[in-house]
Nanobody, 124 residues
Framework: QVQLVESGGGLVQAGGSLRLSCAAS????????MGWFRQAPGKEREFVAAISREGGSTNHADSVKGRFTISRDNAKNTVYLQMNSLNPEDTAVYYC?????????????????WGQGTQVTVSS
């Protein structure tokens, strides 16, 4: 089992920045590909970004490319999502997730473990 706890969400004005963190406990963190997803009210959960086990490879959704950056610190068992140039369309609950294959999966069904989510609200 892997336990995931997100933090860093909040209310920010359009154009602002936030950094989300996801702390993992349980199994060996570096054995897992990590991902960030988000879900807005009335919408399906959507892929945001994923990072390989050692952090050498990343994948970002087109909607956030150039604005968001995923990273990880295996010594701290933590994955991050740096979000810049936020706009109201980024408002959602953000979830981190983990799975133990090597692929940078973009579908929620591929992930085995999930955090409880953290709310990000961007005001115009």
């Amino acid at each position: 089992q892997v336990q995931l706890v997100e933090s860093g969400g909040g209310l920010v004005q359009a154009g602002g920045s936030l950094r989300l963190s996801c702390a993992a406990s349980g199994r060996t963190f570096s054995n897992y590909v990590m991902g960030w997803f988000r879900q807005a009210p009335g919408k399906e959960r959507e892929f945001v970004a994923a990072i390989s086990r050692e952090g050498g490879s990343t994948n970002h959704a087109d909607s956030v490319k150039g604005r968001f950056t995923i990273s990880r610190d295996n010594a701290k068992n933590t994955v991050y999502l740096q979000m810049n140039s936020l706009n109201p369309e980024d408002t959602a609950v953000y979830y981190c997730a983990a799975h133990h294959t090597i692929e940078l999966l973009t579908t929620p069904s591929g992930y085995d473990y999930w955090g409880q989510g953290t709310q990000v609200t961007v005001s115009s």
